[in-house]
C-alpha cells in the first residue's frame, strides 16, 4: 500500500480532518440505512452509494428475485430527493423516458412535459427488456446530463444517477445492452443469492417487504452534493494518474481481451477510486482504492475474444491486468 502523501510535498494531511470525518459518517449513515432492506449485501451496498457520489450510474444485473429493485428503492428512499422508477418493457418508447412537447389550443404554443428521467435518481428496472432504440434514449441524460427534445436542450439536476437492473442475457424476452451503453455505466455489481443466515432473516419478515416502506431519508439532496464535492476534491498524485493509465494499456494489450479500456473508463475508475478514499475518511487516494473498485468498474467494459471466453471470465481477466501492473510507491 501506498503511503499517505507528506505535508512537506504541498499535498493533503495524512490524517483525515473534520470534513472527512463527517463525510465517512454520513456515507456510514446511507449505508446502514439500506441495510436495514438488503441482508448480507454489504460491500454491494457501500459500492453503489460509491458510485452516486463518484457521479457514475449503476447496473445490477442477476438473476430475478435476489433484490435488485429493492437496492435501488432503498437507495432513493435513503436520500430526500426526487425518484421514478421506469419498467422497461419491449414496447417503451423513447419519448416515455424523455418526455414529449404537447400542443396547448389555449395558448397556441407547445408545452413541453418531462418525461421519469428528470429525476434525481432514476431506476430503469429491467432495462435489458426494451428495444436497443429506446436504451439509446438514456445516453445523453447518462454522459451529459442533460435531455434534448425538439432541439431544446434540458439541464437535470444534481445529484442525478441512473440504476438500471437487468436479468441474464441467455433469458427469454432481453436484449444485450451494446458497449457504447455499457461503458456509461461506472459500475456493474452482481449481488449473488442470499446467506443462509440472511435467507432466514428475510423468512422471519425482516427482508424488504416489511423495512421498505419503513424507510426514511437519512441525508439531504443538499448533504449529497456537499459529498460529492468532497469526493472531486480527493487528491490524486501524479504517480496515481500514471497508474491508472498503466491499467488502462495492459486491459488493452492483454492477450484475452478484445476490447480493453477506454479514456471514459480511465476517468471513471479514478472517479471511484477517490469516493472509496472519501468513504474511508482520507483526502488522497492510494492504489489499494484502485485496486477495491477494480472489478466493479473494469470488468463490464473488457471484451474477451471468443478463443478465450470459456476458460476466463471478466473479474478474472481483471486480476490479472492487476497483477501486470506495478503499484507505484511513494518516495
Not at 18 to 34: E, H, K, P, Q, Y
Not at 76 to 99: E, M, N, Y
Not at 303 to 309: F, K, P
Request: glycine letters at 6%; charged letters at 20%.
Amino acid at each position: 500500500m501506498t503511503a499517505a502523501p507528506s505535508q512537506a510535498q504541498g499535498r493533503p494531511p495524512a490524517q483525515p480532518n473534520g470534513n472527512n470525518t463527517r463525510f465517512a459518517a454520513l456515507f456510514d449513515a446511507v449505508c446502514s440505512n439500506i441495510a436495514q432492506v438488503l441482508q448480507g449485501k454489504q460491500q454491494s451496498i457501500e459500492l453503489s452509494v460509491m458510485a452516486l457520489l463518484a457521479e457514475g450510474h449503476l447496473v445490477i444485473e442477476d438473476v430475478p428475485g435476489v433484490g435488485k429493485t429493492s437496492l435501488a428503492k432503498a437507495m432513493a428512499a435513503s436520500i430526500d430527493c426526487t425518484w421514478k422508477r421506469v419498467q422497461f418493457t419491449p414496447d417503451l418508447l423513447p419519448a416515455d423516458l424523455v418526455g414529449v412537447s404537447i400542443y396547448q389550443r389555449s395558448t397556441e404554443q407547445f408545452r413541453f412535459q418531462p418525461g421519469p428521467l428528470f429525476a434525481n435518481i432514476v431506476l430503469a428496472d429491467e432495462i435489458n427488456r426494451a428495444s436497443p432504440k429506446t436504451q439509446s434514449a438514456l445516453l445523453e441524460a447518462m454522459e451529459e446530463r442533460q435531455i434534448t427534445v425538439d432541439g431544446t436542450s434540458h439541464q437535470l439536476e444534481t445529484p442525478f444517477m441512473v440504476i438500471a437492473t437487468q436479468n441474464p442475457v441467455d433469458q427469454e424476452g432481453t436484449y444485450r445492452l451494446p458497449e457504447s451503453q455499457l461503458d456509461r455505466f461506472m459500475m456493474r455489481l452482481s449481488l449473488g443469492y442470499p446467506s443462509r443466515d440472511a435467507e432466514i432473516s428475510i423468512l422471519a419478515g425482516r427482508g424488504s417487504v416489511d423495512s421498505l416502506p419503513k424507510l426514511s431519508a437519512v441525508v439531504s439532496s443538499a448533504e449529497v452534493v456537499s459529498m460529492i464535492d468532497a469526493v472531486r476534491s480527493v487528491y490524486v498524485a501524479d504517480a496515481l494518474r500514471a497508474y491508472l493509465v498503466d491499467l488502462a494499456i495492459a486491459s488493452r494489450r492483454h492477450p484475452a481481451v478484445e476490447l480493453g479500456l477506454s479514456p471514459r473508463a480511465t476517468l471513471q475508475l479514478a472517479a471511484a477510486a477517490k469516493a472509496h478514499a472519501a468513504a474511508r475518511g482520507r483526502s488522497f487516494a492510494t492504489p489499494d482504492d484502485v485496486k477495491s473498485m477494480a472489478v466493479a468498474v473494469i470488468s463490464h467494459r473488457l471484451m474477451l475474444r471468443a478463443e478465450h471466453g470459456a476458460r476466463l471470465s471478466a473479474d478474472d481477466a481483471v486480476g490479472e491486468i492487476l497483477a501486470d501492473v506495478p503499484v507505484p510507491r511513494s518516495r
